[in-house]
């Protein structure tokens, strides 16, 4: 079973950036197509950006243009670069494997992003 180790949370100001990442064990992390959720209090996760196996990536209207999602296979790595972060971005971020609404693996602990001044 692929386990998912998710980084690089913290503290920070308005406009400003964060770079998150996610290890996965398991030899099989290439073939999965992955994406970033985040789950804010009170509220359901949702995705914010998914990358597919071969590279081509989509985002929630709400990121799109500040937040970029890559993967690095070699590392079984997907990170999500945050940029011009907003009070409302503030959440715990998971990755995950997935197709449509279906996720296919445990969620790991997450990592809490917190967007203040």
């Known amino acids: 079973q692929v386990q998912l180790v998710e980084s690089g949370g913290g503290l920070v100001q308005p406009g400003g950036s964060l770079r998150l990442s996610c290890a996965a064990s398991?030899?099989?992390?290439?073939?999965?197509?992955m994406g970033w959720f985040r789950q804010a209090p009170g509220k359901q996760r949702e995705l914010v950006a998914g990358i597919t196996s071969g590279g081509n990536t989509n985002y929630a209207d709400s990121v799109k243009g500040r937040f970029t999602i890559s993967r690095d296979n070699a590392k079984n790595t997907v990170y999500l670069q945050m940029n011009s972060l907003k009070p409302e971005d503030t959440a715990v971020y998971y990755c995950?494997?997935?197709?449509?609404?279906?996720?296919?693996?445990?969620w790991g602990q997450g990592t809490q992003v917190t967007v203040s001044a």
């Open positions: 398991g030899s099989i992390f290439s073939i999965y197509d």
């Open positions: 995950n494997a997935y197709y449509s609404t279906v996720t296919y693996l445990s």
